[in-house]
């Protein structure tokens, strides 16, 4: 019997989505958004367990153990850090992760001193009165060497900011600035990669909702050092044949993301994708009318490659939600998340790509061999046996 297509809880995709934007986590301050997630975790019913730093490993219980399924996303976000207090009472900054200071300049901010305090402040060009510059404002470069930090506190030299009890390495969020739009645009920064926690998410709870069983045990990644490389290098155990990473597709000239649906990656600056699990990826959204198309990326990497990287032996691939402006102001559309959290279930409801044997090192009789016959041939091999 062909099993029904799971239904996304749209809502609760969102509402997550919003709680976690409104969660600071630069990479290295994440903390508070392992401990939101794992709270969510909790409601859905869905065990888990953390590593030493703090990563998450769910896993949604399928009825064979092995070999093992995951789905991974970040929890980290892009930041700051305070570099060094300067003597008219102002920060300078560097970023953390990789990002623009163009990007950052206007931002408001809050800086996380060591004893708990936080304070507010806007990350602004060194040039940034109009009526003092005029002109010269626009001939400063954007770069982090020319930004500093504006704290609103009565501060103008170094030592009040010593004593106010700010440091050098005091972690600095940048405010999401969330806005979620009636006709289903999203924006808001650091949608790269929380939009991908909140589809992985959505698709556990479409998948406990709809009481359908998995075949193979699937573990949900939560990492919290992408941003920085390490991605999901460290929170697999070695029975995981195949991991999915979620995280963002680039909207621009020459991208063939789509906007409002999935975007599955063929290669990005690691290199190709596998093909089997790739193509596996594919068959779903056509088996299950998911809107989708194929993209290929050039200056991005993923969880995928850390885990890699690591020396895993696993297949790895990419699905993508729509991301306009990465890095920078973003902006995604809710049919791209429903869309990827859809893809999302079905893989983790879908048959084994391969038999048990053959996902194991072993034997060449064993190696399995690419089906190029198209989908629609093999639906009518299928149905005639
Ligand atoms: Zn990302």
């Not at 020319?146 to 972690?171: H, K, P, Q, S």
């Not at 406990?208 to 990644?221: A, R, T, Y």
């Not at 697999?236 to 975007?263: F, K, R, W």
Request: aromatic share 6%; net charge negative.
């Amino acid at each position: 019997m062909a099993q029904e297509n799971l239904c996304i809880d749209q809502q609760y995709l969102k509402d997550v989505l919003e709680r976690l934007l409104n969660t600071p986590s630069p990479s290295g301050m994440t903390d508070d958004v392992v401990r939101f997630t794992c709270a969510e975790l909790d409601k859905l019913g869905i065990h888990y367990e953390l590593t030493r730093r703090g990563a998450i490993r769910a896993t949604l219980p399928g009825t064979h153990y092995s070999p093992r399924r995951a789905v991974a996303a970040h929890l980290d976000t892009l930041g700051a850090m305070v570099k060094n207090l300067k003597e008219n009472g102002r920060l300078s900054v560097v970023p953390i992760g990789h990002w623009s200071a163009r990007f950052a300049e206007g931002a408001k901010c809050t800086i996380h001193s060591d004893d708990g305090k936080t304070f507010r402040g806007t990350i602004l060009p060194l040039k940034a009165s109009g009526h003092t510059y005029n002109e010269g404002i626009d001939e400063q470069p954007s770069a982090w060497d020319n930004l500093e930090l504006r704290i609103d506190e009565v501060c103008a030299d170094v030592d009040t900011l010593w004593n106010m009890g700010i440091r050098v390495g005091d972690f600095i969020s940048i405010d999401p600035q969330p806005e979620f739009n009636e006709n289903g645009f999203i924006n808001s920064r650091h949608i790269d990669d929380k939009a991908g926690v909140a589809s992985i998410l959505a698709a556990a709870k479409a998948v406990k909702d709809s009481g359908q069983p998995l075949p193979l045990d699937c573990h949900l990644l939560f990492t919290i050092s992408e941003e920085v490389g390490v991605g999901a290098s460290h929170v697999l155990h070695g029975d995981v044949a195949e991991m999915v990473s979620v995280d963002n597709g680039t909207i621009a000239p020459l991208q063939n993301t789509c906007e409002y649906g999935a975007t599955i990656a063929m290669q990005d600056s690691t290199g190709p994708f596998d093909r089997h699990l790739t193509k596996h990826l594919i068959d779903i959204c056509m088996r299950k009318s998911i809107e989708f198309s194929r993209d290929v990326f050039l200056y991005y990497r993923s969880d995928s490659a850390a885990a890699l990287e690591a020396g895993n032996d696993i297949r790895t691939a990419l699905v993508c939600f729509a991301l306009d402006a990465s890095h920078g102001y973003e902006r995604t559309h809710a049919k791209s998340l429903d869309c990827v959290a859809r893809v999302l279930g079905e893989y983790m409801l879908s048959s084994p790509i391969f038999s048990e044997h053959e996902n194991v090192i072993g034997e060449i009789e064993n190696f399995p061999m690419i089906d190029n016959t198209s989908l629609e041939q093999q639906i009518t091999k299928k149905k005639k046996l």
